[in-house]
Each structure stands twice: as structure tokens, then as C-alpha cells.
């Protein structure tokens, strides 16, 4: 069993900044890729950003510039850090790995950025 857990949410001003952590642990065997995805009230969960196992990473347009995300691959992490934040990065966030050949979720931190 695969389990993700997710830190580092919270409430912040507009233009301030975040760190989220997502640490894989079980029994596992290979990870494909990781990544964030986060689901505002009333919309659909839509893609953050992603990085490979080999550091390839992949970012939704609304964040380029603003969000960066990283891997240990020693810890099975990985991070996101959120500078920049706008009132319309809120959202609760959640964890996604490609892990042995299932995908898993972490349970969601919520992100709420104050005007």
C-alpha cells in the first residue's frame, strides 16, 4: 500500500508565498512521476504541475513563473513552492503519483489567498 501525504497549506496574503510538501511512503517499487493538482470550489480538479522521475517538469500556464516544483528522489518528495500567490490560486490541493502501476492521492490541503 501507497500512501501520500500532504503538508504546508494554509492562509496567506495575495503576493505572498507557499511551500507544499507530498512525501510517497510504502511499499514502493518505482515512481513514473509526481505531481499537484488542485480543485477550486464549484470547478473540476485541473493539473498544477508534474515532474518526472528524471526532473522533466510540466506546469499549467496560469503558474509558469510564479510556481516551481521539485524532487528528492532519495525521500520520495516532492515540493511546490508558490510565490506570487493571487486570491485565484485558491483551492484545496492535492498530491498525485504515478507509483508501482497504480495512481494515487494524497487527502488535500486546502490554499486559501486573501485579497
Known amino acids: 500500500q501507497v500512501q501520500l501525504v500532504e503538508s504546508g497549506g494554509g492562509l496567506v496574503q495575495a503576493g505572498g508565498s507557499l511551500r507544499l510538501s507530498c512525501a510517497a511512503s510504502?511499499?514502493?517499487?518505482?515512481?513514473?512521476?509526481m505531481g499537484w493538482y488542485r480543485q477550486a470550489p464549484g470547478k473540476q480538479r485541473e493539473l498544477v504541475a508534474t515532474i518526472a522521475r528524471g526532473g522533466t517538469t510540466n506546469y499549467a500556464y496560469s503558474v509558469k513563473g510564479r510556481f516551481t516544483i521539485s524532487g528528492d528522489n532519495a525521500k520520495n518528495t516532492v515540493y511546490l513552492q508558490m510565490n506570487s500567490l493571487q486570491p485565484e490560486d485558491t483551492a484545496v490541493y492535492y498530491c498525485n503519483g504515478q507509483i508501482n502501476w497504480d495512481n494515487y492521492w494524497g487527502q488535500g490541503t486546502q490554499v486559501t489567498v486573501a485579497a
Open positions: 510504502g511499499s514502493i517499487f518505482r515512481i513514473v512521476v
